[in-house]
């Protein structure tokens, strides 16, 4: 369990804990008071010792009877809000703004990035499905020299190899694209 799973409740940032019990997901929120984290009855210092605990003694997290049993660990390729730094808005569409960013990788180093933000208001429908979303945000490798429509606009005398080059790249990754069942609206201002 990672301290980061969060949500929304009266306006203040809340932690939950995720479980699934007869085919149902409940999101029941962790307490803290006087220093300590509470689930239920229990009482702990840490959110990892509550839940190891609760798992251990089999102490129901629910009046149902649900119970901790099987963790589910976050993958280690989830990238969480706090490894991204959001930097310079660079772009714009319908569905976000891109912006220049820093990733911080799990060996400590940093790489540049840009980050496309969606924006758009969500219903309370939605917002319970992504609790922990904040916002949601598509990571890209930076491209530090701009989009190819900029650099062929700049760069009229371009050879025909290279132009080759480009449309074959753009290419294979449509087919990896397809191949991978992913809708995607490809244009100029995407490459």
């Known amino acids: 369990m990672k ?4 949500a929304k409740v009266g306006g203040k940032t809340r932690l939950v804990v ?3 019990n007869k085919g149902r997901i409940r999101h029941i929120l962790l307490m803290f008071a006087d220093g300590k984290w509470s689930l239920r009855n229990m009482r702990m210092g840490s959110i990892t010792a509550l839940i190891l605990e609760h798992v251990k003694m089999k102490v129901p997290v629910q009046g149902d009877g649900t119970l901790l049993t099987h963790p589910v660990p976050r ?4 990238i969480l809000h706090d490894h991204v730094v959001v930097k310079d808005q660079i772009g714009s569409g319908a569905f976000g703004d891109v912006h220049i960013g820093v990733l911080k990788q799990a060996d400590g180093s940093t790489v540049d990035v840009a980050i496309k933000r969606l924006k758009g208001l969500m219903t309370k429908r939605q917002r319970s499905v992504f609790m922990k979303e904040d916002p949601v945000m598509i990571i890209l490798e930076l491209c530090p ?3 190819l429509n900029k650099k062929l606009k700049s760069n009229p005398n371009i050879p025909i190899s290279k132009l080759v ?3 074959t790249d753009a290419a294979r990754g449509m087919v990896y694209l397809s191949m991978n069942t992913v809708r995607n609206l490809l244009t100029v201002t995407h490459i």
């Open 3 to 6: 301290e980061e799973e969060f």
């Open 18 to 20: 995720s479980v699934m």
């Open 75 to 78: 993958p280690d390729y989830y």
């Open 145 to 147: 020299n701009g989009s």
């Open 165 to 167: 080059a480009y449309a």
